[in-house]
């Protein structure tokens, strides 16, 4: 089953597969065994297309105690986990030594895929964090050429993992989309009714700090 999600690059199958060995009890009893199955999964579910399963099974796999004691793997889960940028130079420097001599990351195939998933990571990170780049900007933050940019922006759009315009003229991202009329007055109106609930408890715990003080006196 491995080898034949390995043919139609089913990452996240893979790691599930991988995952199942893991849970077997003749694997757990071997401590070799047991890790380089641990190690697959780290592989494969960092190299999967994001989505709300794949991103389900990376922080579950980060909560794992068993992760811990490999720390290599455990920093490169927790590089995906966190809403930070992983520029892919660094990602070379620290990981490359040791990825790219496993049979997984040995694969040019594979290595291209890592990189695009730290790409398309930061994009996400990006996106979170800004509502407007120059796209000049997102170039050298993705440490891509534009065009590459602009072809990684188009392909998160169609997936629909992002929102995003770019104005080629003004050489601008947009990561928010116009609101409407009414979503804004929605916004308002729970602005207001959060407004007057803080007002409400304000004047009653106002008059129940009178009340006492009235009580003291007398």
């Given at each position: 089953?491995?080898?034949?999600?390995?043919?139609?690059?089913?990452?996240?199958?893979?790691?599930?597969?991988?995952?199942?060995?893991?849970?077997?009890?003749?694997?757990?009893?071997?401590?070799?065994?047991?890790?380089?199955?641990?190690?697959?999964?780290?592989?494969?579910?960092?190299?999967?297309?994001h989505d709300n399963e794949q991103s389900d099974m990376l922080h579950h796999l980060f909560a794992n105690p068993?992760?811990?004691?490999?720390?290599?793997?455990?920093?490169?889960?927790?590089?995906?986990?966190?809403?930070?940028?992983?520029?892919?130079?660094?990602?070379?420097?620290?990981?490359?030594?040791?990825?790219?001599?496993?049979?997984?990351?040995?694969?040019?195939?594979?290595?291209?895929?890592?990189?695009?998933?730290?790409?398309?990571?930061?994009?996400?990170?990006?996106?979170?964090?800004?509502?407007?780049?120059?796209?000049?900007?997102?170039?050298?933050?993705?440490?891509?050429?534009?065009?590459?940019?602009?072809?990684?922006?188009?392909?998160?759009?169609?997936?629909?993992?992002?929102?995003?315009?770019?104005?080629?003229?003004?050489?601008?991202?947009?990561?928010?989309?116009?609101?409407?009329?009414?979503?804004?007055?929605?916004?308002?109106?729970?602005?207001?009714?959060?407004?007057?609930?803080?007002?409400?408890?304000?004047?009653?715990?106002?008059?129940?700090?009178?009340?006492?003080?009235?009580?003291?006196?007398?």
């Amino acid at each position: 089953m491995i080898q034949q999600a390995l043919r139609q690059s089913a990452y996240l199958d893979v790691a599930k597969y991988y995952e199942k060995v893991w849970d077997t009890p003749s694997i757990k009893e071997d401590e070799s065994k047991s890790r380089a199955a641990l190690e697959h999964i780290v592989y494969y579910v960092v190299l999967a297309s994001h989505d709300n399963e794949q991103s389900d099974m990376l922080h579950h796999l980060f909560a794992n105690p068993a992760l811990e004691k490999l720390e290599l793997h455990f920093n490169l889960v927790k590089s995906f986990v966190t809403r930070e940028l992983m520029r892919w130079p660094g990602i070379e420097a620290i990981y490359g030594p040791f990825l790219r001599t496993t049979p997984v990351f040995s694969v040019a195939k594979q290595w291209e895929d890592l990189h695009t998933r730290v790409i398309e990571h930061n994009i996400r990170v990006v996106a979170q964090y800004y509502t407007r780049i120059t796209l000049s900007r997102l170039t050298t933050l993705l440490d891509l050429t534009p065009q590459q940019t602009e072809e990684t922006l188009a392909r998160l759009v169609v997936s629909k993992t992002i929102w995003a315009r770019i104005d080629r003229p003004a050489g601008i991202v947009n990561f928010r989309s116009k609101r409407s009329t009414e979503d804004v007055m929605n916004d308002w109106s729970s602005d207001m009714q959060r407004l007057l609930g803080l007002v409400e408890k304000t004047w009653m715990g106002m008059n129940a700090a009178l009340a006492a003080q009235s009580r003291v006196k007398a």
